[in-house]
């Protein structure tokens, strides 16, 4: 069983493991524990037998309106899911004490757990150390395999697509008049790692311009607000899509784009996991700067205050960010899309 519960960038992320084991481990039953919100990204995967769903939002409701009997049932069936299967192992990639007691409510008889902490270690059996040196894509997750013992091979993020969410974006495609496209995926969690504004309108304007590229630009219902002033500073028109589509419509976008610009979120990751030509704009993180795919660039401006993470000393300036020009980003598309990889 692996446990990795959110966030989406990070469940896309650890997805590498999954070609890692189902190869080691032709016949085992393996199962994912995942929350609601991210369970989709692993719903249609057939080299898993089985994804488990954690409805921790749910629960929390549920708490909060004193439904405890409900609760109690809602916590008795994951109970009984968990321990459905006699796992020989039990794999906590999220290294926090929630994820720990799902671990040992499965009954699994070794438990490792990546990077433990919160005193989760405690109920593990088994405890890798994170390395936070490591700059390769999914780091982590490879530094997990391979104290493992087990060959990484190629260790490919592995998002599959339902056939409704083909349909989807192919039907999208004809209704919109558009072939090839361009991806923008501008937002994120935090403030801090987001790109100016201006600069994402000044931006799409150029691939539309210079590329014949229209550009659509996803996000969540949050985004709403921030997506709309973007569009508003556009000159060219745009496919402002945020808030209107669900995660896996927009992954099945990215799929078929030639093209995706981001910042550190869950959606740009699944560029590289698509092989598209990805541009990925980092500032106040920088998950990773090699990506092994000659079709991806990190643009990542290094200061004495970088990567400050969730606590920025720049009073909101962001300089890093704002260190990164549209011509810079440019620069980039032009290397990409004169690849002849892209004629084809």
Known sequence: MFIRLSAIGDVVMATSVINVFRRAYPDSYISWLVESKAKDLLAENTLLDEVIVWHKAEWKELLKRGKIITLTKEISHLVRQLRRIPYDIA???QGLLKSAVFAYISGA???IGLGS??????LMTKVIPRRYDDKRISSQYLQLVES???????????IAISEKDEGFAENFKVKSNIERYAVICPFTTRPQKHWMEGRWSEFSDKILEDYNLPVIMLGGKGDIPASNRIESMCRKKIFNMSGKFTLMQSAALIKHSSLLIGVDTGITHMGIAFNIPTIAIFGSTCPYTDTRKKN??????NMECSPCRRRPTCDGHFKCMEAITVEDVLR???????DENFAR
């Open 332 to 338: 980039k598309v032009s290397y990409l899309l004169n």
């Open 117 to 122: 902490k919160e005193c989760s270690n405690i």
């Open 296 to 301: 991806t660039i990190i643009l990542y401006k």
């Open 109 to 111: 008889k070794d438990r």
């Open 148 to 158: 493992l013992g087990l060959e990484p091979g190629d260790f490919l993020m592995n």
């Open 91 to 93: 794999i906590d990639m």
